[in-house]
């Protein structure tokens, strides 16, 4: 999953955001100690390096202002939310490597800041408003509870369902009277992957991304010959 900022390098992160949307350049370190009364320019350069550790920024120590945000386009207030094209069986299951870019999104819609986006392929949760080609925004830090849509994964396969418990066994339920709830048993890999707190329906897109499935995610060529074709079912 990605790392989590503490309290005080996400108001970090999040004030040069605002700040490169207001001045066009990134604050210096002494503007970052001044506004958060740090009186050591290691404490700050010390959060920078955790920023960076933790894949929100890219360096160039060799430059006073040398701090690019990754996957930043957006004004103030805004986050960049990185979405990925696949999983893997185990932990982490999200892997640096297989994230494919990032969405700006307002900071308003996001419960906690290490979300992320999968995109769905396939129509098994019509029923709860989620389409096939939709971005599912996912927090993995919200607790999930009966009834909450989720982000689950089955050894390397990833699915949108809805959680419910049965004679205290968890269940995958579709919103598609065509298709099966998953029963999880004891012997299978599985782990919540996180809760789906928004769905984002683009109309139009420049690029094709990896996909999520509704159902089973497996690995697919797009015969491209670029390895990073999308994802189906």
Known sequence: MPDQLTELEQRVYHYMIDFLAANTYQPSIRDIARQFHIKSTKTVSDLLHALERKGYIERDESRSRGVRLLGFSGGGQTQPV??????????????????????????????????????????????????????????????????????????????????????????????????????????DDFAVLGVVCGVYRPFWEQLEEPTLTNGPMHAASSGNGNGNGPVGG
């Not at 989720?150 to 919103?175: F, M, N, S, Y």
């Open 82 to 187: 990185p979405f990925y094209g696949r999983i893997h069986a185990g932990t982490p299951s999200l892997l640096p490597e297989d994230r494919k870019g990032f969405i700006t999104v307002d900071r308003r819609f996001l419960p906690t800041n290490d979300t992320y986006f999968l995109k769905v392929k396939g129509d098994s949760m019509i029923g709860r408003g989620i389409l096939d080609g939709d971005f599912v925004l996912i927090s993995p830090s919200l607790t999930s509870k009966n009834g909450d849509i989720i982000a689950a994964r089955l050894g390397e396969d990833a699915t949108i369902k809805t959680l419910a418990q049965r004679d205290g066994r968890v269940v995958l339920e579709p919103a598609n009277e065509n298709d099966a709830a998953m029963e999880i048993s004891s012997n």
